[in-house]
Every structure is written in C-alpha cells, then in structure tokens.
C-alpha cells in the first residue's frame, strides 16, 4: 500500500524559514517524479516545485525560484521543500506528489493529504 505523508507545515513569519517533508512509503521516491503544490482558498492548485528522476533535475514556479528548494533523500525516501523568507501570499495547503508513467503507459499519481501552512506579517 502506498502512503504518502507531509509534514513540517505551520504557522511562520515573513522572512523566516520552514521545511517540509513529504516521507513515502510502499514506493521508491527515486523512481517517481515528486513535486509540491499547494491550494490556498478559493484557489486552484499550483505547482510549487519538482525533482525528476533519476537524475534529480528541479524545477519551480517562475515567483518561487530563489526562495524555495526542493530536495530528495533516497535513503530516508522522503522529499523536502525548504522555505526561505515566505510570505503571506504563500499561505496554502502544501501537498507531495508522485507521479510516473506505468508499464502499461498509464499515468500513476499518488498524493499526500496535505500540510497547512500560514505565513504571517
């Protein structure tokens, strides 16, 4: 069975820093492509950031770049999104995501249920 867990979220201030984790199991995060997004209310969901495999190739929205990071330890099989000076705008719920393409070419998209976090000013 495969579970996908986050963690780390939480309230932070603008101009401090918060880290994410998103911790797989029943899957290998070397083997999938993992990214964060995030909802905020009233919102749709928007890609944050992503890590290829198997190279690690990362990716991120064009306003996140230099701010956050994101990061893969195969050994621990978890993902991370490191925030640096959040701001108010990036209150949303975060969510972890691996996704890959089966044998049978059909897409495989497994989700997390999601870490809050509220940036205040």
């Known amino acids: 069975q495969v579970q996908i867990v986050e963690s780390g979220g939480g309230l932070v201030q603008t101009g401090g820093s918060l880290r994410l984790s998103c911790a797989a199991s029943?899957?290998?995060?070397?083997?999938?492509?993992m990214s964060w997004y995030r909802q905020a209310p009233g919102k749709e969901r928007e890609l944050v950031a992503s890590i290829s495999n198997p190279a690690g190739i990362t990716n991120y929205a064009d306003t996140l770049r230099g701010r956050f990071t994101i990061s893969r330890d195969n050994d621990k099989n978890t993902v991370y999104l490191q925030m640096n000076s959040p701001k108010p705008e990036d209150t949303a719920v975060y969510y972890c995501?691996?996704?890959?393409?089966?044998?049978?070419?059909?897409?495989?998209?497994?989700w997390g249920q999601g870490t809050q976090v509220t940036v205040s000013s």
């Open positions: 995501n691996a996704h890959r393409i089966s044998t049978f070419r059909t897409p495989l998209d497994y």
């Open positions: 029943g899957i290998a995060v070397s083997s999938y492509s």
